[in-house]
Antibody, heavy 121, light 106 residues
Framework: QLQLQESGPGLVKPSETLSLACTVS??????????WGWIRQPPGKGLEWIGS???????YYNPSLKSRVTISGDTPKNQFSLKLSSVTAADTAVYYC?????????????WGQGTLVTVSS | SYELTQPPSVSVSPGQTASITCSGD??????VCWYQQKPGQSPVLVIY???KRPSGIPERFSGSNSGNTATLTISGTQAMDEADYYC?????????FGGGTKLTVL
């Protein structure tokens, strides 16, 4: 059974960089059949896609966040990571990692449990 | 940028049919997925490729997509179906979520 687990600091100061990792077990991020993505959800609000990475290293970002986002993969650790720079209180959210199929319309079929990141001094 | 619009809330009586819409320009030209999210839980994929149900999703969940509107239909709605529902599509290599609909079963 595929499992995804987010990890990283729960508190980040304004203007600093938010860094999270997603560890995948029961499957490989090197599979050509999937993208691996980050989605966030501010408290009480809806889902917002941040970006995704393909096994080749190709990345796709939300245009509204693109200037601040970097997603990278670590194949030996079977992890992929998110860095979001220059954070503000508006970046406070539950951050999820999830798997997305490469076939059109497959959707995010496996999600991590999510991790709350609060931006505050 | 592409936008998906959902009604903020929908109410349904137990046993009745609930319909949640998702609107976007020429949406029928794109595949739509639907997610269910209960409080404090991660989203769960309930419909993919407009009409398909992942393994383990009850048959009462169905989807359609025509024109500018995709619809999630829950037949014989149960109390356990009370949740937030999100539609999602792809546009120009980006993922777009709708704003979400709170389904109340009362």
């Amino acid at each position: 059974q595929l499992q995804l687990q987010e990890s990283g600091p729960g508190l980040v100061k304004p203007s600093e960089t938010l860094s999270l990792a997603c560890t995948v077990s029961g499957g490989s991020i090197s599979s050509s059949s999937y993208y691996w993505g980050w989605i966030r959800q501010p408290p009480g609000k809806g889902l917002e896609w941040i970006g995704s990475i393909y096994y080749s290293g190709s990345t796709y970002y939300n245009p509204s966040l693109k200037s601040r986002v970097t997603i990278s993969g670590d194949t030996p650790k079977n992890q992929f990571s998110l860095k979001l720079s220059s954070v503000t209180a508006a970046d406070t959210a539950v951050y999820y990692c999830a798997r997305d199929g490469t076939a059109a319309g497959q959707g995010f079929d496996y999600w991590g449990q999510g991790t709350l990141v609060t931006v505050s001094s | 940028s592409y936008e998906l619009t959902q009604p903020p809330s929908v109410s349904v009586s137990p046993g009745q049919t609930a319909s949640i819409t998702c609107s976007g320009d020429k949406l029928e030209d794109k595949y739509v997925c639907w997610y269910q999210q209960k409080p404090g839980q991660s989203p769960v994929l309930v419909i993919y490729q407009d009409t398909k149900r992942p393994s383990g999703i009850p048959e009462r969940f169905s989807g359609s997509n025509s024109g500018n509107t995709a619809t999630l239909t829950i037949s014989g709605t149960q109390a356990m179906d009370e949740a937030d529902y999100y539609c999602q599509a792809w546009d120009s290599s980006t993922v777009v979520f709708g704003g979400g609909t709170k389904l109340t079963v009362l």
